[in-house]
């Protein structure tokens, strides 16, 4: 049967009328391409970084244990057995992970993966173990060994935990409010030309001045120390948030807007369903620039005037010297800050679907 395409263009004689080979030899030899792929790549049945691993976390952990803790004279370092103990449970666990990989199914892929870290932090451990406790090279208490860690996380998990909890609500309140009024913000300068004349100058002034800098300025209006502390996070958090929407709503293409005007959308149509959507990734990256300062600003507040969070615990350690509190405070306010981000990035993927991966974290 001819169809329209053989009218428009037909096929030359020679093409037209050459043999077609049999469509029954294709898949015979795509399905041979799978076998070949498969044995050139097979599964391994032990993990050998898992192994080295191991090893060297099993290293860690009798270094710990058999080499005397050079004397400091104001602690004895108590948790020094409890460390070396947890160091041979995770050097077991990564054996039985070597041994058998896939049994473990997600757990077991993503120890693979971090199979190097695994390794680097056992020895990166090993040399803070060897250079404090054990030959004192680093001067206490300055330099304390990993199990003074563990002792603060055993002991003092309750003021830790408390303190964790109010940087986590006193963060929240900051950027809730920040981002909201960012991203209005930024929605009237890059939509309303009446909008921008009044609010771009104010922007460019008071923007870039670091929030911390307005921290004396702030106790002198607002009744606490809680509330500045809100308001100075808002602001660090606002900055980027405006100039990343302003942007992304002035950068949407024209025709866009065109389009929509034909099929007869109003003016809140063309704001809540083109230029809005549109902006949004410019907006996301605005929120990721105003975290940063949000999180500074935040250490700097709790440290000068409000007296709870992590901020507050790492003045109250230095004030008492407890040094490894220090430590111990800095490594969950690292975990706290890296779960944020990471809760930031979740919803970025949900909400921005057709950029998913694009950016990891």
């Known amino acids: 049967m001819s169809t329209v395409a053989d009218h428009i263009l037909p096929a030359p004689a020679s093409v037209a009328d050459a043999p077609r080979a049999p469509r029954a030899a294709a898949p015979a030899t795509r399905a041979a391409a799978p076998a070949t792929f498969g044995a050139a790549l097979p599964i391994p049945a032990i993990w050998w970084t898992g192994l080295v691993a191991a090893v060297a976390w099993a290293a860690l952990g009798l270094l710990t244990y058999l080499w005397p803790n050079k004397p400091a004279g104001f602690s004895e370092w108590e948790f020094t057995q409890e460390f070396a103990l947890g160091a041979g449970v995770v050097a077991v666990a990564l054996v039985a992970l070597a041994l058998a990989p896939a049994a473990f199914g997600v757990v077991g892929g993503r120890a693979r993966r971090a199979g190097p870290w695994l390794v680097a932090i056992a020895v990166g451990l090993a040399v803070w173990e060897v250079f404090t406790a054990k030959l004192g090279t680093l001067p206490p208490p300055f330099f304390a060994p990993p199990q003074s860690l563990v002792e603060v996380y055993v002991t003092d998990w309750g003021r830790l935990l408390e ?28 939509w309303s030309r009446q909008a921008s004349y009044w609010i771009h100058p104010v922007l460019r002034i008071l923007g870039p001045v670091p929030t911390t800098a307005l921290l004396p300025v702030s106790f002198y209006f607002f009744p606490s120390s809680w509330s500045t502390a809100i308001f100075l996070i808002a602001l660090g958090t606002a900055f980027p948030v405006a100039i990343l929407t302003w942007s992304g709503v002035a950068g949407v293409h024209k025709n866009y807007y065109d389009v929509a005007r034909t099929m007869g959308a109003s003016p809140w149509f063309l704001v809540l369903r083109v230029a809005i959507p ?9 929120l990721f620039m105003g975290l940063g300062a949000a999180f500074s600003t935040l250490v700097v507040a709790e440290m000068l005037g409000v007296k709870a969070g992590l901020g507050w615990y790492l003045t109250w350690a230095q004030g008492w010297a407890a040094y490894p509190n220090m430590y111990a405070a800095l490594i969950v306010m690292a975990l706290l800050f890296s779960g944020v981000i990471t809760l930031l990035f979740v919803l970025r993927d949900r909400v921005l679907s057709w950029q998913k991966g694009v950016v990891k974290w």
Request: glycine share 18%; aromatic share 6%.
């Open 278 to 286: 549109a902006a949004l990734p410019q907006v996301f990256v605005g």
């Open 163 to 190: 303190s964790a909890g109010a940087s986590i609500r006193l963060l929240a309140l900051g950027i809730a409010i920040g981002a909201a009024a960012g991203f209005v913000t930024g929605v009237l300068i890059g």
